[in-house]
Each structure stands twice: as C-alpha cells, then as structure tokens.
C-alpha cells in the first residue's frame, strides 16, 4: 500500500492539467477482479450505451463539476488528478469502493443489490473519499473512519442536490436510494434525515445507524462501526443544512467543506468535527451568525456539543496545528500520515 501511495503522488505530482479540465476513464473488468480492465471511454468519447460504464462517466463528471463550480476544487487532489472508474467489477459484487486511487463498482447480486452506478450520491461519495485522502486524511477506524464516511456522505448528497438544482427542503437525504431491489423493504442504505429507519428487511436486517451520541455503537465490526455511527455527524449536517435552508452546498457545505480541507487531521474524533465546523462558520459567515448558531444547535441536538472554549470564541489550536508542534510543548505524539484501509465500503 505504501508504494502503491507513492505512486499515486509521483502521477498527480507529474500531471498537473489546467483547472477546470476534468479528465475520466472507465474501464470494464467484465466480471473478473483484475484492475483497472479494458479501457471502454476516454474523455470526450461518446455513450456506450453500457448503462454502467455511462453512469460511471457521467458521475465522475458531475461530481468534478460540483468540486470544481462550488469550492474551486480541481479534481479529487485540486490538481487535476484524472478520474479512473473500472465498472463490471467481480461477479455479483455488492459494493462500490475507493481503493486509494481509483472507484471501482459492483453489478450488484440482482437479489438485493442493482449496480451501484445508478447513483449519483455513491458516485459522489466514493470520489469523496479520494478528497478525504488528500485532505484530512481522516483514519478509517473508530470515530475518525465514521468522520470519513460522514463526509462522503455529506458530499454525496450535495453532489446530487447540486446536480437536481434541489434545495435542503426538497431533498430525500437518502444514501444509496434506489439502489436495493423490489425484494428489499428498504429506501436506501442509509438516510441523513432519520438514521436507522433507511431499511427494515427480514434478510438484511434493520438499518443499525444512530442519530444521536447516546446510542453510539461500540464494535469491532465494520473497522469500529465507520458506516454506523457516520448517523451522529451526519443527521448533525441534515440538521443545520435544513434549518439554513435553500441550497446546502452554499452555507452548511461550504462550512463542512473548509473543516475537511483545512481543520481536521487525521485523527480527529466527532468532537473536534463540531468544534471545527463551528469555527468554520464563524470564519466564513461571521461570528453570531445565522449559520454558527444553526451548526452549534445541530450538533448540542445529536449530543455532541461544540466545547465550551469554542463556543466562548476563545482562541483554540487546530488539530493540525497541534500536530506541526513539538510533541514535548502539546504532550501529543507526533502526528503519523494515516493508515487507509484499502476497501471503503459503501455498505
Ligand atoms: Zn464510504
């Protein structure tokens, strides 16, 4: 994996295109697992008419317009990294995945799953976890890989509401809708809005995820529950998001986007999330403002309240300021780069 890593920066290192000039390939690994595949569309090509490998194109494209129109990000590494999706991966294959340096996605078993190209808020939220990497690197265990998955999450709804021109109010917050078969009792595979209620299935089981600190689940499972306690955090967004209304991405993302980008590391905990987005909001909006007080509310309301010493507005060390410091003056160790897990469950 570590040389693996290395690769990925000598190549974004070495090809740095213009901003704005988004660059995808979808490759077919026609039911085999060996990565990338056959290259089947190049930028600019035309339609396939393989629903999976247009889906993938027109995600990625939807997803880099989003970083790229919204927050001036170019590409997943804001250097114009190019987009890599291989489609028809595995047989049966109930999963999409960010494996560090491309999305890869299943054709679903058909049972309970259909292919997960058919939507945008998984496209969204597997390319997510490239700008996760490049950013705060969030680990992918306990509450830092639920923060990762939360801003996937986060980032996946928006890509999509961006996309449907939706408002907060208008939005289902749903992840993975439509993404079951009929045989599923299930909207989705987890929802924003009302976390544990997305499915009910005799054989998947009820939706496990929490909406609030007090029921925060300890388990070893699913590396310390990332795709279960993300509920916390994420009905935290859901909450500011639609009480700010209009469009999410421009007030509620802009907050998420900038703790993300430039105020967590990769060991911050669902405390610091809130701590740092109320920050956010008072650099980017003003302090006492509208959005401050409906981030600081969103989060006291899922029982994480942003601390005392940064509701006051006292001056706070970031996490990753206090990881550029000598460890004997802050009694912290020395920050490592994260550790990523190769798989990133959609699931
Ligand atoms: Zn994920």
Redesign the pocket.
């Known amino acids: 994996m570590r040389g693996e890593r290395a690769v990925v920066a000598t190549i974004a290192g070495a090809i740095v295109v213009p901003a704005g000039e988004k660059r995808r390939t979808v490759y077919d690994a026609g039911q085999g697992r060996d990565l990338p595949g056959k290259l089947v569309r190049g930028e600019g090509d035309p339609a396939t008419h393989d629903a999976a490998v247009d889906e993938a194109y027109d995600g990625a494209g939807k997803t880099y317009d989003f970083y790229q129109k919204v927050y001036a990000r170019n590409s997943i590494d804001d250097r114009g990294l190019r987009l890599d999706s291989t489609v028809h991966y595995g047989v049966g294959f109930d999963n999409?995945?960010?494996n560090g340096r491309q999305m890869i996605y299943g054709d679903g078993d058909g049972k309970l799953f259909q292919r997960f190209t058919k939507c945008l808020e998984i496209i969204g939220?597997?390319l997510?976890?490239g700008v996760t990497q490049y950013t705060a690197a969030l680990a992918y265990s306990d509450q830092p890989g639920a923060l990762?998955?939360h801003f996937?999450?986060v980032f996946g709804i928006l890509v999509k509401q961006y996309s449907l021109k939706q408002t907060a109010g208008k939005s289902d917050w749903l992840i993975g809708a439509g993404l079951f078969t009929k045989r599923v009792h299930g909207a989705a595979v987890r929802s924003m809005k009302a976390p544990g209620t997305a499915y009910d299935d005799p054989l998947l089981g009820k939706d496990p995820q929490p909406a609030h600190m007090r029921s925060y689940k300890r388990t070893r499972s699913d590396n310390g529950g990332?795709?279960i306690n993300n509920g916390i955090p994420n009905h935290a967004f859901y909450l500011a998001a639609t009480r700010l209304g209009g469009k999410a991405w421009e007030v509620a993302g802009r907050i998420w986007y900038a703790a993300l980008t430039a105020k967590l590391s990769s060991r911050a905990q669902f405390g610091d999330c809130a701590d740092a987005t109320f920050e956010a909001a008072g650099n980017l909006f003003g302090i006492g403002s509208a959005p401050q007080h409906a981030v600081a509310d969103a989060w006291k309301a899922v029982g994480v309240p942003v601390s005392a010493t940064v509701l006051a507005g006292e001056p706070r060390l970031t996490l990753r300021e206090v990881a550029l410091q000598p460890a004997s003056a802050t009694q912290l160790p020395a920050e490592p780069r994260a550790r990523r897990s190769r798989r990133?469950?959609?699931s």
């Open positions: 999409a995945q960010w939220h597997e997510t976890h990762n998955e996937s999450d990332v795709h990133r469950r959609i």
